[in-house]
T-cell receptor
Framework: EAGVAQSPRYKIIEKRQSVAFWCNPI?????LYWYQQILGQGPKLLIQ????????DSQLPKDRFSAERLKGVDSTLKIQPAKLEDSAVYLC????????????FGPGTRLTVL | DQQVKQNSPSLSVQEGRISILNCDYT??????FLWYKKYPAEGPTFLIS???IKDKNEDGRFTVFLNKSAKHLSLHIVPSQPGDSAVYFC???????????WGAGTKLIIKP
């Protein structure tokens, strides 16, 4: 069974530029999560989808971050414009359902904002 | 406000000995706790969990202990093996929204 796929693996941009990350979850997983992990910290949930609907986006900085999961399968996370403090690893995870269903993580995208 | 704390950034243990990783939490609403393991350049993978109705859960070489009165949990790995070298994250959630709140991680190094 294929795991969670993410691309790109690494991205370097200048501040105020835009960037987009892509995630393809495990087939059949209804729930998809985007996390931000800043160096030296644990992952922090940015947004959670159930199929193509948003379950929780309370910690998403909506003035610059956006995410979508239009067909309830793959998802994109966008930052526009990027700030220096957005430098982090962006992890995508998926699970069969919400609640305490086990989350499976992709390898992450390491973003550096200069 | 860190609700889940892992106060040891790193831990070095001799191969074959016991590794003990610690985690403290402040939110009394947390009722489910998990440990994840992370290798470099990979995403975290689930290791073991425990519900607040239990005080111990065991899976092979891995045992998690929960002390609710102290708001403390620990992960014991016996015996430690070279492949156990990784970063270990403690995470917690409450029934109210199931969102995982993560600690900062402890890097475990198993020495030969």
């Amino acid at each position: 069974e294929a795991g969670v796929a993410q691309s790109p693996r690494y991205k370097i941009i200048e501040k105020r530029q835009s960037v987009a990350f892509w995630c393809n979850p495990i087939s059949g997983h209804a729930t998809l999560y985007w996390y931000q992990q800043i160096l030296g910290q644990g992952p922090k949930l940015l947004i959670q989808f159930q199929n193509n609907g948003v379950v929780d986006d309370s910690q998403l900085p909506k003035d610059r971050f956006s995410a979508e999961r239009l067909k309830g399968v793959d998802s994109t996370l966008k930052i526009q414009p990027a700030k220096l403090e957005d430098s982090a690893v962006y992890l995508c995870a998926s699970s069969l359902s919400t609640g305490r269903s086990e989350q499976f993580f992709g390898p992450g995208t390491r973003l550096t904002v200069l | 406000d860190q609700q889940v704390k892992q106060n040891s950034p790193s831990l070095s243990v001799q191969e074959g000995r016991i590794s003990i990783l610690n985690c403290d939490y402040t939110n009394s609403m947390f009722d489910y706790f998990l440990w994840y393991k992370k290798y470099p350049a990979e995403g975290p993978t689930f290791l073991i969990s425990i519900s607040s109705i239990k005080d111990k859960n065991e899976d092979g070489r891995f045992t998690v202990f929960l002390n609710k009165s102290a708001k403390h949990l620990s992960l014991h790995i016996v015996p430690s093996q070279p492949g156990d070298s990784a970063v270990y994250f403690c995470a917690a959630s409450a029934t109210s929204n199931y969102q995982l709140i993560w600690g900062a991680g402890t890097k475990l190094i198993i020495k030969p």
